[in-house]
Structure formats: structure tokens, C-alpha cells
């Protein structure tokens, strides 16, 4: 079963279509196509290697699809189209359809001058062109969401991992964006800082942000995702909602899958 479509009625925020990506000789993705619906979470779930990342990277444009189109919001990403032309997006066009699309990665990539207030409104001033005095006062609302309300004046060497990724949320939440991408968000922390990065997702989730989520936690998939999809050699092998694919994949590679992490 391909992945397909959003629940009936829901508007479409995110749209891939036929995506490929190749480097080289590699073929990172291979033919990939998904809707999410405004207010949906999305899980991908597979092996390392099977295109999470890259079709993430591919929809946010940090990697441009080899062929294939995304739209957010009805707007194809990377490109302008006008009078029937279409045209790459220029430096500001790109900076500026990105806000709308918030990236949470693996690993945190703080400005490790900056505090985590500092972190925070860095692009709501740069991008969004908010006053420094308004851009605080979101951040300060936005670190205390997350739980680091009284971490706004610590420097990310300060923080623990769970903290820093949490001002990453935050951070990305302040860019006000349409969707969030989340890239393996906990692979990179201690075991028992995983839970605080999760619950902050969830919440997040629970207020109506459309997100896509690679991860391998597949508790979280389970509990938040309105729709999982499993990946592997960059197709989009099967999807459905949790209780299906966790509960009796049609594909054996999606089985061979479970069993192995699902101990």
C-alpha cells in the first residue's frame, strides 16, 4: 500500500509528488509521493538509509529534488510561478518560504554565543522583521511552552541535550511556520532526556500543527501519528494509521522491520 492521502475533508498543507532525489549514483529517493492534511502528524518510519531525511530535507528545499514538485499551502517550494513561467526562488524568496516550513533536526545547531532567548528570536527579527521587543516577548512565551521558561538567559554549553533540542522547538515555533519537520529529533540524546524532547512534540502536536516526523520511536508513532508511513531504498513502501501497520503490515519487509525493533 502506497502512501496516499489525508483523512477525507482535511485540507492539503503538505503535497510531494513523484519525488526523486539522486546523489550520484545513489538514488536517496525513488518516486515518492504523499499528501498530509493541515493539522495531521505524519510518522516515517524505517531502516537507516530508506529517505526519511532526505525527503524531510527535500520538502524543506535544503536539498533540491532531482525531479518531482512539493507544494506547501497550494505554493510549490523552491520555485516562484507567475504569467505562466516558473522561476527558482531568489536568497529572501527561499529564507522567506522557509519560516513557513519549521526544521527540527537531529542535532541542535545553536548559536553557541547566543542565549537560548537569543537562539530563539534570532529569525523572528532577522526574517520576520519583528522588533527585538516583540520577538522577546514570543520567546519568552515560547521557552516557557517548552518547559525552559527560566533557562531564557543560559548559554546551549548550559543546557543539557533534551533542553537544547527543546529550545530548537522553541526556536522553530518562533518562525511561526505552517508545518514542522522533525528529523530524528531524539537520536542524538541520552536515553533519559528522550522523554522531555517527546512530550514537547506531543503537545505541540496536540494543538493542531501539521507535522512530519522521522523518527525510530515507535511509542510515539503509535500514541500521536494520525498516519505512519514506512520507507525503504527511498519508496514509500506502506502507510496506514498506527493501529494497522503495528498491528498487521500487508508487506513482509514492513514486518522483518517490526520484529527487529520491536522487542
Request: glycine share 12%.
Given at each position: 500500500m502506497s502512501a496516499s492521502a489525508p483523512p477525507e475533508g482535511a485540507r492539503p498543507m503538505v503535497?510531494?509528488?513523484?519525488?526523486?532525489?539522486?546523489?550520484g549514483a545513489v538514488?536517496?529517493?525513488?518516486?515518492?509521493?504523499l499528501t498530509v492534511g493541515a493539522g495531521e502528524v505524519v510518522c516515517l518510519i524505517g531502516p537507516s538509509g530508506s529517505g526519511k531525511s532526505t525527503l524531510l530535507r527535500?520538502?524543506?528545499?535544503?536539498e533540491e529534488p532531482t525531479e518531482g514538485e512539493v507544494r506547501v499551502d497550494g505554493r510549490p517550494v523552491g520555485f516562484v510561478e507567475g504569467s505562466g513561467r516558473r522561476r527558482p526562488m531568489r536568497g529572501r524568496e527561499l529564507a522567506a518560504m522557509r519560516a513557513e516550513i519549521?526544521?527540527?533536526?537531529?542535532?541542535?545547531?545553536l548559536w553557541p554565543h547566543l542565549t537560548a532567548l537569543e537562539n530563539v528570536i534570532a529569525g523572528p527579527t532577522a526574517v520576520l522583521g519583528l522588533s527585538v521587543r516583540d520577538a522577546a516577548g514570543e520567546g519568552h512565551r515560547l521557552l516557557a511552552k517548552v518547559g525552559l521558561g527560566e533557562k531564557a538567559d543560559a548559554y546551549p554549553e548550559h543546557l543539557s541535550g533534551g533542553q537544547r533540542q527543546r529550545v530548537a522547538i522553541a526556536r522553530a515555533l518562533a518562525m511561526r511556520p505552517k508545518v514542522m519537520l522533525f528529523d530524528e529529533p531524539t537520536s542524538a540524546l541520552d536515553p533519559e532526556l528522550v522523554g522531555e524532547v517527546l512530550a514537547t512534540m506531543e503537545q505541540v502536536a496536540?494543538?493542531?500543527m501539521t507535522m512530519i516526523v522521522a523518527t525510530h520511536e515507535m511509542g510515539f508513532a503509535k500514541k500521536?501519528?494520525?498516519?505512519v508511513i514506512f520507507m525503504d531504498e527511498g519508496r514509500d513502501v506502506e502507510s496506514g494509521p498506527p493501529e494497522r501497520l503495528f498491528g498487521g503490515a500487508d508487506s513482509e519487509r514492513l514486518r522483518r522491520f517490526l520484529d527487529k525493533i520491536l522487542v
Open positions: 503535497e510531494v509528488d513523484r519525488l526523486a532525489k539522486r546523489f538514488h536517496a529517493l525513488r518516486g515518492v509521493s527535500c520538502i524543506n528545499h535544503l519549521g526544521m527540527v533536526f537531529q542535532h541542535f545547531y496536540g494543538e493542531g500521536v501519528a494520525d498516519r
